[in-house]
């Protein structure tokens, strides 16, 4: 299927150098010369501090107004609408956002953290791909005096400023539970995770037990991560048609890697039911066309213009909730056409 285009562009920035000149060196040779040059010196050097002020307040001001996102990757849809939400909602409210691809490493995510701490960056966006090991993203920022929004994703550090996101445990849980009516409470399924330790995969997973624990009829033949990624999960499930003679159904934490699942399972002739979280335009076209159960859709756009909001809120001496918390909301071939609609 072909993806649909992203609307609004991204500017992945490294770094960007802000510098001031400053003036200066010629008072001490014009007040030899006499008192008329000594009056015109002066003159100078007061102009010359009133521009370096000048200079000064506004490269202040341009500092107030710049804000930084690092997101755990820029490689699926779902980041990608995030990261479009929070640029048109930073230009909306007057601020530049520069946005951080992450590359799925923490270690990528902490450097980029450091270069908007220099940059001067009043405040920070975070998307973790990693709980624990981006906590020092949160330590180093609010060190530097800066408050740090965190969005989707969790990290686990009580620094935080604020948290914008959906509660995965919710998920799993709707995710299983549509899988669970469709096979009767009975029946052998197979789990795609996320990234291990990123905190969108250890809670959807615990949605997922919270279902299962409620059927002891249903028997989990494997489990595995896909890293949210579409080919990477159709090798996985393709190691699973050839390992496993019967597969009553694939649950999925993400789209993409529901869909690499669907794509393996159509190559090997077979037809098992498989479900996704995200709500990503492929997967709603797979929806619609039944090659999905169902998704659970994520609002993306919101999260990412609502942590925008929260830490303009913030910067401008605003007292803000701890969480804040979109619901996610299942989509069936009854109503894919209205989330279709919003998608656009």
Do not use: H
Request: charged letters at 25%; proline letters at 2%; one cysteine or more.
């Amino acid at each position: 299927m072909k993806k649909k285009a992203v609307g609004l562009w991204l500017s992945v920035v490294l770094a960007v150098g802000m510098l001031a000149g400053c003036g200066g060196g010629s008072g001490d040779s014009a007040a030899s010369t006499g008192s008329s040059d000594a009056a015109s010196s002066e003159s100078e050097e007061n102009s010359t501090e009133a521009e370096d002020s000048g200079a000064a307040e506004a490269e202040a001001s341009s500092s107030e107004k710049k804000i930084g996102i690092t997101l755990y990757s820029l490689k699926n849809e779902f980041t990608v609408r995030v990261a479009n939400a929070a640029q048109a909602k930073a230009e909306e409210l007057g601020y530049e956002l520069v946005v951080y691809d992450g590359n799925y490493d923490p270690a990528t995510q902490i450097s980029q953290i450091e270069t908007m701490i220099s940059d001067g960056c009043a405040g920070i966006i975070l998307n973790p791909q990693d709980a624990e090991a981006c906590s020092p993203c949160v330590d180093k920022a609010v060190e530097a005096g800066i408050p740090v929004v965190g969005v989707n994703t969790r990290v686990n550090n009580d620094k935080l400023t604020s948290y914008v996101g959906s509660i995965d445990v919710m998920a799993g849980e709707m995710e299983m539970q549509k899988i669970a009516d469709l096979i009767g409470g009975t029946g052998k399924i197979v789990i795609i995770e996320g990234p291990m330790g990123q905190s969108a995969q250890i809670e959807r997973r615990e949605g997922i037990q919270n279902i299962l624990d409620k059927y002891p009829d249903i028997e989990v033949l494997a489990e595995k991560t896909a890293n949210w990624s579409r080919s990477e999960g159709m090798t996985v499930m393709d190691n699973w048609l050839q390992a496993f003679d019967e597969i009553d159904a694939v649950v999925a934490e993400n789209d993409e890697m529901g869909l690499g699942a669907r794509e393996a399972i159509k190559a090997a002739g077979k037809d098992i039911p498989v479900i996704g979280v995200d709500g990503i335009t492929d997967a709603l076209n797979a929806v619609e066309s039944g090659d999905l159960v169902a998704s659970i859709f994520q609002d993306g756009a919101g999260q990412g213009s609502k942590a925008v909001e929260v830490l303009v809120q913030v910067l401008e001496g605003n007292t803000v909730d701890e969480n804040y918390w979109i619901d996610f909301e299942e989509v069936n071939t009854e109503n894919v056409a209205e989330f279709k609609q919003r998608a656009q």
